[in-house]
């Protein structure tokens, strides 16, 4: 019979055939999906980011003609930019600034006054405030007011004038002579007033209100004080709350300290004027620290007070060079350090301090610049040029975001100097923004450095040993004990880092010490001790479970470290040891700081390298180290000059991911520091790190805003510092499995 070869089940190959490609094709979508949402992760960062380092524009929304241009004393507008108005000595008239009723009047609403109007001045923006000077020595203030209504579900804005203080002129300037210049400033209580008369006195006023029980009016009492100055003032500011009073004679503006009618005083005189130049002009930024001098040869500086050797002073910090001649005037915004200067030849400047950036420059109008006004919300601006009005459109979201303000140092009001600083918010409207993402970054390296310092050694060591020297009874035992501490929750290690350990070693510092040096000298120790006992004890135990040995030892050290704190603390530091490390050694401590972060995220950290490291000095083939051994080496000598190489790549991809898993930690630095972004490596301070500062701030930030922006630009920097840590890892990597792939 002829035999015929068994048929092959074809059935059986086509399912294996049909999973492979199923496998393959599964674990290749798999890795692109995970390509792809990273890509999309970036871009939606990118794409959440990129507004804030968009440009400024500046753009005409309309203009029309008004008939009294040469009484106007003043131009503004509501929040909403719809309506605008303007202020004459007889009356304020209201008109259409947005739509197709463009520059039809609302209403004209007259003003009578008792006196003849000699001077006007009006208040810091964000007060709203505008007041009329008379010939007898008095002044009327005067509120431009829009009561919002909703007729029918649509709203409705009704124009006013309000008198917040009364239409009857209040007394200011005792003798009675007329007022040629004034400024003013109020509070709950009171109205600061300085009044330049027509016969050159100078004086600062303090109205101060009082309620009459009998009637409830108020009744306002008048302090005078009399301030003297070598020249004709040329222009007079007041701080809106009435503390520092601004008198611009010739080239020298003179500083007074106003906050004690009793005590008024001199404080400084600013020799402003840069050389063959002559100050034109002077105006406070939102909040009234800092001080803007504009002179005739284009320069606008910024001035304001800082801790010097004699005191608080006015500093010049930055300026701003124009080359433009023919400045008139600088306007600032509402509440931000933006501030706009205008010319006589139709030209508008967009400048920010804090960035120290032109963010803008164009010509808006044909003639000179006579009257500016920006909207609450600084997104629309009224110019006056000649008989003509014109209503820009402002495109300014973030003008605090420039690259030098968040990654260079930066001076800040009030500050001795340039630093990074790190403070979003306040409770002031006034604000000043400090972005710099110095602080934080620093923050998250630090304390990456310091869970790595506490970690690498732990782990690696114990992965080693686990690997090449346990048992393997034991170490099936060991590696899954200490992987399933990765499952540990952040949280609960962050908890207790702030609530227990922080504390203990605040407590017992010199045990932390001690415990550091008598450790590693007890354990060389025991390894001596070991080497001595004879051979017939060492074979009692089985080989791979020395380690055993050393658990008593380690609890036995570390009682002995905390029992001797307290007598260590009295003998070496007067019962103290806080209070020598800040008065003695001039080193501040805070309770939650960099060691209590580095133990804490420590611990989180080593189960990632002991696993990773643990496979990969495991998975050298038995047959290199036997062949070592073979040929007379020793285990050390085979495990340092065979084992450790192979494993390379693995042991250097274990400490990568532990420091990415370092710099992306959240929870533990969220709850074991300060949250404090400072920039000082001392151990016993504590930082902000990006992760943290985003779980923190993300939740109250306005979105949209340039504080909500900024985080997003934070969580990009973190997304790139770990891609960097990885990708350098996997060169690394590449690079030793090339070089040791022979062994």
């Given amino acids: 019979m002829t035999s015929h070869p068994p048929k092959s089940n074809l059935n059986t190959d086509r399912s294996r055939l049909i999973k492979d490609k199923l496998a393959k094709y599964s674990i290749s979508a798999g890795g692109t999906l995970v390509l792809v949402a990273l890509l999309l992760i970036f871009f939606y960062l990118l794409y959440v980011v990129q507004p804030i380092f968009e440009s400024a524009q500046v753009s005409v929304r309309n203009s029309f003609v008004t008939n009294n241009a040469a009484s106007i004393r003043a131009?503004?507008?509501?929040?909403?930019?719809?309506?605008?108005?303007?202020?004459?000595?007889?009356?304020?008239?209201?008109?259409?600034?947005?739509?197709?009723?463009?520059?039809?009047?609302?209403?004209?609403?007259?003003?009578?006054?008792?006196?003849?109007?000699?001077?006007?001045?009006?208040?810091?923006?964000?007060?709203?405030?505008?007041?009329?000077?008379?010939?007898?020595?008095?002044?009327?203030?005067?509120?431009?007011?829009?009561?919002?209504?909703?007729?029918?579900?649509?709203?409705?804005?009704?124009?006013?004038?309000?008198?917040?203080?009364?239409?009857?002129?209040?007394?200011?300037?005792?003798?009675?002579?007329?007022?040629?210049?004034?400024?003013?400033?109020?509070?709950?209580?009171?109205?600061?007033?300085?009044?330049?008369?027509?016969?050159?006195?100078?004086?600062?006023?303090?109205?101060?209100?009082?309620?009459?029980?009998?009637?409830?009016?108020?009744?306002?009492?008048?302090?005078?004080?009399?301030?003297?100055?070598?020249?004709?003032?040329?222009?007079?500011?007041?701080?809106?709350?009435?503390?520092?009073?601004?008198?611009?004679?010739?080239?020298?503006?003179?500083?007074?300290?106003?906050?004690?009618?009793?005590?008024?005083?001199?404080?400084?005189?600013?020799?402003?004027?840069?050389?063959?130049?002559?100050?034109?002009?002077?105006?406070?930024?939102?909040?009234?620290?800092?001080?803007?001098?504009?002179?005739?040869?284009?320069?606008?500086?910024?001035?304001?007070?800082?801790?010097?050797?004699?005191?608080?002073?006015?500093?010049?910090?930055?300026?701003?060079?124009?080359?433009?001649?023919?400045?008139?005037?600088?306007?600032?915004?509402?509440?931000?350090?933006?501030?706009?200067?205008?010319?006589?030849?139709?030209?508008?400047?967009?400048?920010?301090?804090?960035?120290?950036?032109?963010?803008?420059?164009?010509?808006?109008?044909?003639?000179?610049?006579?009257?500016?006004?920006?909207?609450?919300?600084?997104?629309?601006?009224?110019?006056?040029?000649?008989?003509?009005?014109?209503?820009?459109?402002?495109?300014?979201?973030?003008?605090?975001?420039?690259?030098?303000?968040?990654?260079q140092e930066v001076w800040y009001e009030g500050y001795p100097g340039p630093d990074y600083i790190w403070q979003s918010t306040s409770a002031s409207d006034d604000f000043e923004s400090k972005l710099s993402l110095i602080p934080i970054s620093f923050g998250t390296i630090k304390a990456a450095l310091y869970a790595m310092l506490f970690a690498v050694p732990i782990a690696l060591s114990a992965a080693i040993y686990t690997a090449y020297f346990m048992s393997p009874e034991l170490r099936r035992i060991i590696k899954p004990t200490v992987e399933i501490m990765e499952a540990l929750p952040t949280v609960i290690l962050g908890f207790l880092a702030g609530l227990w350990l922080a504390p203990m070693i605040e407590s017992h510092l010199p045990a932390i010490v001690l415990l550091l040096i008598l450790l590693p000298i007890s354990i060389l120790l025991v390894a001596f001790i070991w080497q001595a006992i004879p051979q017939s004890i060492r074979h009692r135990i089985p080989d791979g479970s020395h380690s055993i040995i050393l658990m008593p030892v380690v609890i036995l050290v570390g009682y002995f470290s905390f029992a001797m704190s307290p007598l260590l603390e009295l003998w070496m530091f007067d019962g103290d040891v806080r209070r020598y490390i800040t008065n003695d050694l001039g080193i501040t401590f805070d309770q939650r700081n960099s060691l209590v972060v580095g133990i804490a995220m420590g611990f989180a950290v080593i189960p990632t390298i002991f696993s990773i490291a643990e496979d990969a000095v495991f998975s050298v083939p038995k047959h290199l180290s036997n062949g070592s051994l073979a040929l007379g080496a020793t285990q050390w000598q085979t495990l340092v000059r065979v084992v450790l190489l192979t494993a390379s790549p693995g042991i250097f991809s274990a400490v990568m991911m532990g420091m990415g898993r370092a710099v992306g930690e959240t929870m533990i630095v969220l709850m074991a520091t300060g949250n404090t972004p400072i920039m000082d490596w001392s151990i016993f301070q504590g930082m902000r790190t990006l992760a943290a500062n985003i779980a923190v701030e993300m939740p109250e930030s306005e979105v949209g805003s340039t504080h909500y922006r900024i985080l997003f630009l934070a969580a990009f920097v973190l997304f790139v510092f770990t891609f960097m840590f990885n990708t350098i890892a996997e060169f690394v990597r590449q690079r030793l499995r090339e070089k040791y792939s022979s062994l």
């Fill in 75 to 407: 131009v503004g507008m509501e929040e909403q930019s719809e309506i605008g108005y303007t202020l004459a000595n007889d009356k304020v008239d209201f008109y259409h600034i947005k739509g197709e009723k463009t520059g039809q009047s609302i209403a004209s609403i007259a003003l009578t006054f008792e006196n003849q109007v000699t001077a006007f001045a009006k208040s810091a923006p964000h007060q709203g405030l505008y007041a009329y000077g008379f010939d007898n020595g008095g002044i009327v203030f005067v509120e431009p007011s829009f009561a919002v209504s909703f007729p029918d579900n649509k709203r409705h804005i009704t124009p006013e004038v309000k008198f917040p203080y009364g239409q009857t002129s209040m007394q200011v300037v005792e003798s009675g002579d007329a007022i040629k210049q004034f400024a003013f400033g109020n509070d709950e209580e009171s109205i600061f007033v300085l009044a330049l008369s027509q016969n050159g006195e100078l004086s600062f006023n303090q109205l101060l209100g009082e309620e009459n029980f009998m009637t409830e009016e108020i009744e306002w009492t008048l302090e005078s004080h009399q301030l003297k100055v070598e020249n004709t003032p040329d222009e007079v500011m007041l701080s809106p709350d009435g503390t520092r009073a601004f008198v611009r004679a010739a080239n020298k503006v003179y500083v007074f300290d106003t906050r004690d009618i009793e005590e008024v005083s001199l404080i400084q005189v600013l020799a402003a004027n840069q050389e063959n130049a002559n100050l034109v002009s002077m105006q406070l930024l939102a909040g009234a620290n800092s001080l803007m001098l504009v002179n005739d040869n284009g320069e606008i500086s910024q001035w304001f007070e800082v801790n010097t050797d004699n005191g608080r002073e006015f500093t010049k910090v930055r300026a701003f060079e124009t080359k433009d001649t023919t400045l008139s005037a600088l306007y600032s915004e509402f509440y931000r350090r933006t501030f706009f200067s205008v010319n006589s030849n139709g030209e508008l400047g967009l400048y920010y301090t804090t960035s120290e950036a032109e963010l803008w420059r164009g010509q808006v109008v044909d003639g000179a610049i006579s009257m500016f006004a920006i909207s609450p919300r600084s997104n629309a601006a009224m110019v006056l040029s000649s008989d003509k009005i014109t209503v820009l459109e402002i495109e300014n979201e973030h003008p605090e975001v420039t690259w030098s303000a968040l990654w």
